[in-house]
């Protein structure tokens, strides 16, 4: 008897079903990517030397504040601009939680529109600040 026969078994792979599962992983991984973002979605600042910072195990997440090249600052993924008092209290809440706070300002941002927000930090009496730059890749 050869391969193909009928009564004989087949033994050849079907991928079909593979590709399904693949297919449907990559949508969802598509799908949710975007929303890992944390903060207002700005363009990073590129930096050379940039040092990645890991917090010990069990650290609660920083506060994401963003601020946009227009020089308006939001909280963590909110719709609206936050006002400095809403800003100074979102920290006040960070401090009493033991967070850092990571602020994201766009590369084209004045460092005019930066400033507040950190004296805001300094007036919340955070002791953690981090500025958040993208690791230039290549020479």
């Known amino acids: 008897m050869r391969l193909g026969e009928p009564g004989r078994l087949q033994a050849g792979i079907n ?30 600042p590129k930096a050379k030397n940039a040092v990645t910072h890991k917090d010990p195990e069990g650290a609660p997440e920083p506060l994401f504040v963003s601020v946009t090249p227009d020089g308006k600052v939001y909280i963590e993924a909110e719709k609206q601009p936050a006002t400095p008092a809403q800003l100074i209290d979102a920290m006040k809440a960070a401090v009493a939680e033991n ?32 500025l958040a730059a993208e690791e230039l890749k290549g020479k």
């Open 15 to 44: 991928i079909t079903p593979l590709v399904d599962v693949v297919l449907v992983l990559l949508i969802i991984f598509m799908v949710i990517t975007p929303m890992l973002q944390r903060g207002k979605s700005v363009e990073l």
């Open 99 to 130: 967070k850092k706070v990571m602020v994201k300002a766009d590369v084209n941002t004045d460092y005019g529109a930066v400033r507040p927000v950190l004296d805001q930090a300094s007036k919340a009496k955070l002791k953690g600040v981090q």
